[in-house]
């Protein structure tokens, strides 16, 4: 897919958010069902059959996760070296500053269903088109919120036609970029890391990778500090 088609596909599809409608794009770890308004919101949460206990994630990129996520110099060098160093897509649970000018008219609602207990998740380094869309999302000062494009726990799907109708129905516009990068037979999406205490909430693409490079290079053991759910059954 050539550069200037990856940013008309992405102007295209923020000029159908931003109308309130609904996205299918692929991702280098799973197609995605996007969207950034409470209606959006609510329509993939029930095409997908999700609880509300689950929520969306944020598109992001290096600029965006040091404006909005609130961590330390050390995790700031951890998304650097995962994402930018090692090329590898991650994404990240931190805290997050609320008044960032992009949350300006993000509804209540969506805001709510986007975050968890204080904390945002945000995505980087999912593809060339998830990194453009970021980058004009910025540009625009309006967020892109989603999930992977699947009935919930059914597993991430790496094509357009094998997402579940129900979903593709929910859907505005779509976008078909052929498989996924990192499709694989786990049904894996992507990795999600905690910043606050490096436990793992979601194995995905590349985590034995990722593990690697966060023993490696800052002498932190994923596998060791274990899961959430891991730690949870502990309490």
């Not at 650097?80 to 805290?95: F, H, Q, R």
Request: hydrophobic share 35%; net charge negative; with cysteine.
């Amino acid at each position: 897919m050539d550069d200037l088609n990856i940013v008309k596909d992405a102007s295209r599809v923020l000029d159908t958010i931003n109308s309130g409608g609904v996205g299918i794009i692929p991702l280098d770890v799973a197609y995605a069902v996007i969207g950034n308004s409470e209606s959006a919101i609510k329509r993939i949460f029930s095409a997908k059959n999700r609880s509300f206990e689950k929520p969306s994630g944020m598109f992001s990129n290096w600029d965006l996760f040091n404006e909005i996520q609130i961590v330390g110099q050390r995790e700031r060098d951890i998304v650097k070296c995962i994402t930018i160093d090692n090329n590898l897509p991650m994404s990240s649970v931190a805290p997050f500053l609320h008044e960032h000018p992009i949350f300006k008219e993000v509804d209540s609602f969506v805001l709510k269903n986007s975050s968890k207990s204080g904390t945002i998740d945000m995505l980087m380094n999912a593809g060339d088109l998830h990194n453009e869309m970021t980058k004009q999302s910025l540009e625009r000062n309006t967020p892109v919120f989603g999930s992977s494009a699947n009935t919930s726990l059914q597993g991430s799907k790496y094509k357009l036609e094998d997402i579940e109708e129900p979903v593709r129905k929910a859907a505005d516009i779509e976008i078909d970029y052929g498989i996924s990068k990192y499709h694989n037979v786990q049904g894996r999406s992507s990795s999600i890391i905690d910043l606050r205490d490096f436990k793992t909430i979601r194995v995905g693409v590349c985590y034995e990778e990722i593990c690697r490079l966060f023993k490696l290079n800052f002498s932190i053991d994923l596998i060791e500090i274990g899961t959430a759910e891991e730690r949870a059954a502990l309490k």
